[in-house]
Each structure stands twice: as structure tokens, then as C-alpha cells.
């Protein structure tokens, strides 16, 4: 009964619409020029410049010429308004020099002080359980400052449950230089699997530890429009079990480089995102372990109308011993999803390689996994998954199947996923 | 010390100031009334103090925009309890920013439009379209008509625009902050059909 209610709200409001749009009566008028203004400046779109980014400009300039769409303005608004982290982007049409002509100027309020909140995880699996997190922020001036709570037994082999405080700026005194400031601090939690595999392969990576803290300072640069820089530090400390209270740490220097570039011009929009990433303990910082972990991610999505498709692939290697929050894990709603990463390796690997086709009509989608996590030295098994759900944005809700022979349990995940 | 003749009256300098004080709150009241039209089988009404083509809504239009708003009536016996269904109407208003004139169409069954009107003109077509049926409401007994009107939302539309499955505007819907909803009325006034006088040329029921 209870679903059956939920089912017709929902129902009811997923044939909502928006307003506007159709029964102005404006939109008989050209598009003669389009304005975008913030605090202090203002620029034509038509202009060059570098105040917004190639994919947003073009879009905004593909509104002249055109007869006017207020729908396709609010889409617009909403776009620069996550672009410019704004309080609120207005727009309003004007009459343009021309006649029959109009001009459309979008207002860009920054943010003052804002209170916000945000779920950063919910996702049910039927074998991990509930994970979940949320973040509440305070965003006065350009700096954020956030508190939020976590449980999460989906991303590692242990379940870590606590708080995570933030603070960022993501223009100190230029557009191209940010700065984040994070401290997390967890309990963990271990399955029996977990613990067996630790006994049976000593030394391979810590022991189980009883909690889990981490500083991060990072440094972000734009060295240029697609191509960002972070460099930082961790100071992890483990908390260890056992009845003789002890701690481990693992003092980290940061580095990556991300590549972000969309190509909007044909019928068939794609991006291309590039990554790779770098965490080298060192002694020098006083860290118990001593390990590089590199990590190299390729996303490449193509769109044409409401079919996408989207190939991932993912490489990574830890050179010497890791503590175990560092290790790679697969059978995650990430990596060989439809896998049991218990099954797979309770203590993850230092190598992994995995790639994802990903195809969505609308919100349905339909995808394959393939990939492995291993430890150097040692066979690779390559495994194998398909599933089908349907996702909208950060809304997922799939069920995955492991291919393999013999007795096949799939896994179902449902939640939101960032 | 003579006493003023006022005085001698029971009046006081003070009840006079609260009198004259009074006098343009009555004269606000009288204002505020509904005007009612009633032509034997419907009732119309006009709220002549009612502009709701001002303000922070003009400034909206002004803007290019198209502003949405929902008219209501209702019909409440003396203890305010509603007899009949309320009535709705859902006009949406656009400002042409070239010829400086309205455009408003009525959503429902069969939407109905109307353009190169101005302010006030716009305002009595939206008044126009708004109407309550008498059918089987007696006509000597009192009764409250009550009329009030407020911007309208993007749920306020539903069922005017084309239908499909479509979780992304929903997203979109329900993250979009709300534009601030301008409210007009509640205006009442207390009336009996019997004492309404009839349009001519319709029907003469009752």
C-alpha cells in the first residue's frame, strides 16, 4: 500500500513540466546579443574571452540568431550558476537596437552566505548493506566550510563510519588558484573474510586498524582552461587493534593532473575527461609506510540525442607495502559491479585494471564491466559483469550480474551515487 | 471651566480622533469589495482594487518574462464552510517587449488566448474568464463569495502541458528555487442571488 502511494506521488509528479516557455509571447523575437554580467564586469559572449568555459560560451552563443526559447534560458541560467558557484542567476530580455530583435542578459549574483546541505552517498546493496553520507556547508565570500557525517561499508574492504570537516576556497585571489583543507576521522569496522585473509597473508599490507584519521591540505592550479594541477599532502594515522593501544602512519605528498575537454560543435557532443594521480609515502615525512601509488583514469562519453555512451577505463599500481585504505578494491558499485568484493579479494590489491562500457537511452542504461585487482607477482583473473537499471544524474538503481559459471546471485544497488 | 458641547454630548476629543482615523479605514474596506456580475445562471466578478499587473509582477514581465497566475472563487455559507467546489482559472501573462502590450491565454480543456491588450484591459479579460455556476444554489439564502488570486507555481500548470515520462525535469522541478509567490485578496463580501441585480440578454433562472 505504502508503495503503491510513494508510486502515484512520484508518478503524479514526474509528469510535472515547467512553466513559461511555450505561451510568451516574445518568442516570436530574434536573439540579437547575449549578456552575461557579474559583480564589477560584463561580457558579450560574442567576444572572446575566457571568462566561461568553451562549452558554456558556445552554448550561449548558439542563442543568437535563433528565435528566443525561455526554456532553454533557464537551463542556461542553471549552468552558469554551477559554473560561477552563484547565489542565483536571473536573466531578463531586453529590446535589442534592432527591431523585432531582442537581447538576453543573464545576472550573476555571487554567493553571500549560504547554509547548504548535501547528500555525498546513499546507496543500498544487498551485499555491502547501507552506506550513506551527507554534508552540511557554510558559504560565506567564497569560503566553505563543511561538517558531515559518514558510514561506509561500499568503497573499501572495511566499513568507516565518522565525520569529515572541510574547508575550501576556490579562488584564492585568482580564478586559477583554489585551496582545500580536509580532516576525516573513522572508525572502522572488519569482516571476518578480511580478517582471515590478514592472517593468511602477513605482511602484505597493515594490520586491521581500530580508526582511521587523515589531514589533507590541497593546492589546486588551472594551469590552463582544461588542464588542472592539485598538489597536497595527507597525514593519516592509523589507530591499531589489539590490546596494546598503538599507531601507524602513512604521510603522504599528493600530486595530480586532470584533463577536462568537451567537444560540443557536432551532433555528437562528447567529453573527454583524463587523470592521473600520485600518492607517495615517504619516510621524509616521518610515515611508517613507504609506498607510490599511481593511478591513471580515461573517461570518454558521446552523446547523440538521448543515447550516450560511455567508456571508462582505469589503471593503477602501488609500488612497495600499503596500508590497506589504500589498497584497490573491485566488486564495488564502482568496479565490477554484480562482484562480491569479498569474494574477490577481502583485502583488495596494489594493481588494478578495469574498464567500463556504460550505454544509457533517457534514464535506462545497460552496462559491462571487466577487470581485475591483483597483487603483483601474482595470477590475473580477469572477471567479467553486465547489468541494466536506470540512472538519471546521481539517482541509480541497477541490478548486476557476475558472469561466471555455476551458481549466479545478483547484486542490487539502489541509492544516489556521486 | 465651560464645558465644550461635545462634551456635553458623551463625546470625547479622543473618540472624535479615533472617528476620524476610522473614516479611511472604512473607506479601504469599501474599496476592497468584489463587484459581481450575475446573469441568471453564472456569477462574474471584478475586484476594481485589485492590479495584479503591477508591481513585483510587472517587473517580472518587463523582464521578458511569462508570469503564470491563479485566480480562485469560492462560495461559503454563514459559517464559512465552502458549498460549492472552488473555481479556478489559470491565465498566463506575457509582456510584448517591442509593442509594450499583454498577451494572456487561459490554460484549461479549451485554452483561449488574447494578445495587444493593455494593463487593465488584460486584467478584466483575466476577471472575464472567471466564473461560478448558481446551479442549485438557493437564491435567498446568504452567502460569502470569496475571491483571491497568487502567482502561480510550475505544479499549478500540471495537466496543460504535454505529458511524458521525464526524470530529468522533475530534477529540475523540484531543485529549481521557487520564484517568491505574490498573493492578492482574500476579498469576501456577503451576498444573496435574490438581491443580485441580472445581466440582460441571459438566462433568467430562478
Redesign the interface.
Known amino acids: 500500500m505504502k508503495l503503491a502511494v510513494v508510486g502515484c506521488l512520484v508518478g503524479g509528479l514526474l509528469f510535472a513540466g515547467t512553466q513559461d516557455s511555450d505561451l510568451n509571447v516574445n518568442r516570436r523575437y530574434t536573439v540579437d546579443s547575449v549578456i552575461v554580467a557579474g559583480k564589477g564586469w560584463r561580457t558579450n559572449v560574442s567576444d572572446s574571452n575566457d571568462r566561461l568555459s568553451n562549452g558554456l560560451r558556445k552554448d550561449l552563443l548558439a542563442l543568437v540568431g535563433q528565435k528566443l526559447n525561455p526554456r532553454v534560458l533557464d537551463n542556461l541560467g542553471d549552468r552558469l550558476k554551477k559554473e560561477f558557484d552563484a547565489r542565483e542567476v536571473t536573466h531578463h530580455i531586453l529590446r535589442a537596437d534592432t527591431p523585432d530583435h531582442v537581447q538576453v542578459e543573464f545576472e550573476i549574483k555571487p554567493a553571500g552566505t549560504n547554509i547548504h546541505a548535501t547528500l555525498t552517498k546513499l546507496l543500498y546493496s544487498n551485499k555491502q548493506g547501507l552506506s550513506g553520507g551527507g554534508m552540511v556547508g557554510l558559504t560565506t565570500h567564497g569560503n566553505t566550510f563543511l561538517v558531515g557525517l559518514t558510514s561506509d561499508g561500499d568503497t573499501l574492504n572495511e566499513r568507516f563510519t565518522g565525520v569529515h570537516t572541510r574547508y575550501e576556497n576556490k579562488r584564492l585571489g585568482t580564478d586559477r588558484l583554489g585551496v582545500r583543507f580536509d580532516f576525516e576521522t573513522y572508525h572502522e569496522q572488519w569482516r571476518g573474510e578480511t580478517l582471515a585473509a590478514l592472517a593468511s597473508t602477513p605482511g602484505i599490507t597493515s594490520d586491521a586498524y581500530r580508526t582511521r584519521q587523515n589531514i589533507q591540505p590541497v593546492l589546486t592550479v588551472a594551469l590552463a582552461k582544461p588542464l588542472n594541477l592539485e598538489v597536497g599532502a595527507s597525514f593519516e594515522r592509523f589507530g591499531t587493534q589489539g590490546p596494546i593501544a598503538n599507531t601507524e602512519t602513512s604521510n603522504a605528498v599528493l600530486a595530480s593532473l586532470r584533463y577536462h575537454q568537451r567537444l560540443v560543435e557536432s551532433d555528437y557532443p562528447q567529453d573527454v575527461d583524463a587523470a592521473y594521480s600520485l600518492r607517495a609515502a615517504t619516510r621524509m615525512l616521518g610515515s611508517d609506510f613507504a609506498f607510490a601509488s599511481h593511478t591513471a583514469t580515461l573517461h570518454y562519453r558521446v552523446a547523440h540525442g538521448r543515447h550516450k555512451l560511455t567508456e571508462s577505463v582505469t589503471l593503477g599500481g602501488i609500488l612497495r607495502r600499503a596500508p590497506l585504505s589504500d589498497r584497490f578494491v573491485a566488486g564495488n558499485s564502482y568496479y565490477l559491479r554484480g562482484w562480491n568484493k569479498f569474494e574477490i579479494d577481502p583485502i583488495g590489491g596494489n594493481r588494478i585494471a578495469h574498464n567500463t562500457v556504460d550505454y544509457r537511452y533517457g534514464p535506462f542504461q545497460a552496462f559491462y564491466d571487466a577487470g581485475s585487482v591483483w597483487d603483483s607477482g601474482q595470477p590475473v583473473a580477469v572477471r567479467h559483469s553486465v547489468g541494466v537499471g536506470v540512472r538519471e544524474s546521481v539517482f541509480t538503481l541497477a541490478v548486476a550480474f557476475p558472469m561466471r559459471s555455476g551458481h549466479v546471485e545478483p547484486i542490487f544497488m539502489m541509492g544516489m551515487i556521486y | 471651566m465651560k464645558n465644550s458641547p461635545a462634551r456635553d454630548r458623551g463625546i470625547s476629543r479622543r473618540s472624535w480622533l479615533l472617528a476620524g482615523l476610522t473614516i479611511p479605514l472604512f473607506k479601504l474596506r469599501a474599496t476592497e469589495q468584489l463587484s459581481i456580475r450575475y446573469d441568471g445562471d453564472v456569477i462574474h466578478v471584478t475586484a476594481p482594487s485589485v492590479h495584479f499587473l503591477s508591481g513585483k509582477s510587472l517587473e517580472r514581465l518587463k523582464?521578458?518574462?511569462?508570469v503564470?497566475f491563479v485566480a480562485q472563487l469560492d462560495l461559503l455559507n454563514e459559517s464559512r464552510v465552502p458549498v460549492r467546489q472552488p473555481q479556478k482559472a489559470r491565465f498566463?501573462v506575457?509582456?510584448?517587449?517591442?509593442e509594450d502590450k499583454f498577451?494572456v491565454?487561459q490554460l484549461g480543456k479549451t485554452p483561449r488566448s488574447v494578445?495587444r491588450l493593455s494593463a487593465s484591459a488584460a486584467e478584466l479579460w483575466c476577471f472575464e474568464g472567471l466564473a461560478m455556476s448558481t446551479l442549485g444554489v438557493p437564491p435567498d439564502q446568504y452567502f460569502w463569495l470569496r475571491f483571491e488570486m497568487r502567482t502561480?507555481?510550475?505544479?499549478d500548470?500540471?495537466g496543460d502541458?504535454?505529458?511524458?515520462?521525464?526524470?530529468?525535469?522533475?530534477?529540475?522541478?523540484?531543485g529549481?528555487?521557487k520564484s517568491e509567490e505574490i498573493h492578492w485578496g482574500p476579498l469576501e463580501t456577503r451576498m444573496r442571488l435574490a438581491d443580485l441585480p441580472r445581466m440582460q440578454g441571459r438566462g433568467m433562472r430562478g
Open positions: 523582464d521578458g518574462a511569462a503564470a498566463v506575457s509582456l510584448d517587449l517591442w498577451s491565454t494578445d502561480g507555481s510550475p505544479r500548470l500540471e502541458l504535454p505529458q511524458g515520462f521525464n526524470l530529468r525535469e522533475l530534477i529540475a522541478l523540484l529549481r528555487k
